[in-house]
């Protein structure tokens, strides 16, 4: 009879399913913790081309992603276009590229900002540039007196090509990250885990996760308040 191979014991590190500059918030909130700090993307994010903007009274950000491959293009927008974004990290994102949000997400419940921004919006137009495989929950909350259109400026692919150690924390910015991940791991005994919104909370029950927490905002400060407690009660 074949023995049952022991789980792997659980490392003092913390795995962050984003890629991380030196001079990030996190790595420096996290110097002073005995734990290492892995973080790589999961997903292979990939531009779709457009050819123009239509018309329209708003523009809805769900992600930096989206700022980004939207305006790397060059899009010719009318003035007078309002933008809305998920949160205040995506509002200062957006700010690099020479334009305000008229709008910000608060907290991380996207099912209350979809409802938040429709009460700002009224009967407006609204322009979505998202992944083509968009969850799309802020369109759903919006009033069948909106016209709101869908345009895909880029695509996720789930990545393969990783190794990542049997770390006591996860910490998973996107539903799409925690596809990858789980596409080649198992959750295990004692791991604590970290999820970037409820849709990212969601996503892992599909894996049995039911107890991931959620930060209070999509910033690193967000992550970053999330992460510490269980930095203070190590396995």
């Known amino acids: 009879m074949r023995n049952k191979q022991a789980p792997a014991a659980l490392q003092p590190i913390i795995f962050i399913s984003k890629?991380?500059?030196?001079?990030?918030?996190?790595?420096?909130?996290?110097q002073?913790?005995?734990y290492k700090v892995a973080h790589e993307s999961l997903i292979k994010i990939t531009p779709i081309r457009f050819s123009n903007v239509q018309k329209t009274q708003w523009i809805f950000f769900s992600s930096k992603n989206a700022i980004e491959h939207f305006f790397s293009q060059q899009p010719e927008i009318e003035a007078g276009t309002k933008f809305g974004v998920m949160g205040k990290s995506s509002a200062e994102f957006l700010k690099t590229y020479g334009h305000a949000a008229d709008f910000i997400g608060a907290g991380v419940d996207i099912a209350q900002i979809g409802k938040d921004f429709a009460e700002i919006i009224k009967n407006e137009?609204?322009?979505f540039p998202q992944a083509i495989d968009s969850l799309q929950t802020i369109q759903k909350h919006l009033s069948f007196k909106n016209i709101s259109s869908n345009l895909y400026v880029y695509k996720t692919t789930l990545r393969t090509d990783f190794e990542i150690p049997s770390a006591e924390i996860l910490v998973f910015t996107s539903p799409s990250n925690v596809s990858a991940y789980f596409g080649?791991?198992?959750i295990l005994p004692g791991q604590k885990v970290v999820?970037?919104?409820?849709?990212?909370?969601?996503k892992l029950t599909d894996?049995?996760?039911k107890e991931a927490i959620t930060p209070a905002s999509f910033d690193d400060e967000g992550l970053l308040k999330a992460i510490h407690p269980f930095t203070l009660h190590s396995s």
């Open 19 to 30: 890629d991380l500059q030196p001079e990030s918030l996190l790595l420096k909130g996290l």
């Open 32 to 34: 002073d913790t005995h």
């Open 125 to 127: 137009t609204v322009l």
């Open 184 to 186: 080649k791991y198992k």
């Open 195 to 202: 999820a970037m919104g409820t849709s990212t909370q969601r």
């Open 207 to 209: 894996y049995g996760v």
